[in-house]
């Protein structure tokens, strides 16, 4: 994989983050970049791990609602983007570290959970610049866990399934409607905003046969100020479903969706 991508064509630069095990360390000769989870936005769930990271770096990269939650930590010179200048901002980052600066690249949550693409694309741009510079993940404390706290599902007894991607969500789709059907299981799920959001979800669930009195709790904003967490049946939440932008839901794109299955 190298320059731009297109998600229907492939490679799906989240499979090219996964393409391979990580390199071993070498204390001696390794000086990675490193793509941090900095957790749900609240500081006090950075790892100090991923916070030494970003403090060290001479240059940092992610997107601007991420970079905004850890510029004080750093005096690194911070690229900010969005989806149309993420390529720009990533270019810039790689020409740099292959320079010799050294280089953190941030996304929300933990990137094992959510955030493949981009790791895919920060790895896919530091090994266009240089080869021998390896891109470790340093994980974070993602949304998820907390909704998994929050709802008191536990994750061995719980699907997980993220939607906040570009492309397909064919087979994800097919994997929340046998979690909450054939196999009875609680459903942690990451929507999309803003076409996928939980309304949709749920009224998705319900043409696949879910049963219509599972509790659905939208958990919003997790450890900020204003989090809240919305309590439906699963037929209350459909009545949420339709459109594709923000207008159209009463949620914000900070948000888990729980279903839990009678315990």
């Given at each position: 994989?190298?320059?731009?991508?297109?998600?229907?064509?492939?490679?799906?630069?989240?499979?090219?983050?996964?393409?391979?095990?990580?390199?071993?360390?070498?204390?001696?000769?390794?000086?990675?970049?490193?793509?941090?989870?900095?957790?749900?936005?609240?500081?006090?769930?950075?790892?100090?791990?991923?916070?030494?990271?970003?403090?060290?770096?001479?240059?940092?990269?992610?997107?601007?609602t991420v970079v905004e939650f850890v510029a004080d930590l750093t005096d690194a010179d911070l690229l900010t983007c969005g989806y149309k200048?993420?390529?720009?901002?990533?270019?810039?980052?790689?020409?740099?570290?292959?320079?010799?600066?050294?280089?953190?690249?941030?996304?929300?949550?933990?990137?094992?959970?959510?955030?493949?693409?981009?790791?895919?694309?920060?790895?896919?741009?530091?090994?266009?610049?240089?080869?021998?510079?390896?891109?470790?993940?340093?994980?974070?404390?993602?949304?998820?866990?907390?909704?998994?706290?929050?709802?008191?599902?536990?994750?061995?007894?719980?699907?997980?399934?993220?939607?906040?991607?570009?492309?397909?969500?064919?087979?994800?789709?097919?994997?929340?409607?046998?979690?909450?059907?054939?196999?009875?299981?609680?459903?942690?799920?990451?929507?999309?905003?803003?076409?996928?959001?939980?309304?949709?979800?749920?009224?998705?669930?319900?043409?696949?046969?879910?049963?219509?009195?599972?509790?659905?709790?939208?958990?919003?904003?997790?450890?900020?100020?204003?989090?809240?967490?919305?309590?439906?049946?699963?037929?209350?939440?459909?009545?949420?479903?339709?459109?594709?932008?923000?207008?159209?839901?009463?949620?914000?794109?900070?948000?888990?969706?729980?279903?839990?299955?009678?315990?």
């Amino acid at each position: 994989m190298s320059g731009e991508y297109d998600l229907d064509a492939g490679p799906d630069p989240a499979t090219f983050a996964a393409g391979a095990a990580e390199p071993d360390i070498d204390e001696r000769a390794d000086n990675p970049v490193y793509a941090v989870g900095v957790g749900p936005g609240n500081q006090e769930y950075l790892t100090p791990r991923g916070e030494r990271a970003i403090r060290e770096a001479d240059v940092v990269v992610g997107f601007t609602t991420v970079v905004e939650f850890v510029a004080d930590l750093t005096d690194a010179d911070l690229l900010t983007c969005g989806y149309k200048d993420e390529a720009e901002a990533l270019e810039e980052f790689g020409e740099r570290v292959a320079a010799g600066e050294s280089g953190t690249a941030v996304a929300m949550g933990d990137p094992n959970h959510s955030g493949y693409q981009f790791v895919g694309k920060v790895q896919d741009t530091v090994e266009r610049h240089d080869s021998t510079i390896p891109v470790r993940v340093v994980p974070g404390i993602s949304s998820i866990q907390l909704a998994a706290s929050r709802a008191r599902t536990p994750m061995e007894d719980t699907e997980f399934v993220t939607l906040h991607k570009s492309g397909d969500l064919e087979s994800d789709m097919d994997r929340l409607a046998a979690a909450a059907t054939t196999d009875e299981r609680h459903l942690l799920v990451l929507p999309r905003p803003y076409d996928r959001m939980p309304g949709d979800l749920a009224a998705f669930l319900l043409e696949e046969g879910a049963d219509p009195d599972l509790e659905a709790l939208v958990c919003e904003k997790l450890t900020h100020d204003a989090e809240e967490i919305h309590r439906f049946t699963l037929e209350e939440l459909a009545d949420h479903a339709g459109g594709d932008g923000t207008e159209d839901t009463p949620f914000s794109d900070l948000v888990v969706l729980a279903v839990r299955q009678p315990v």
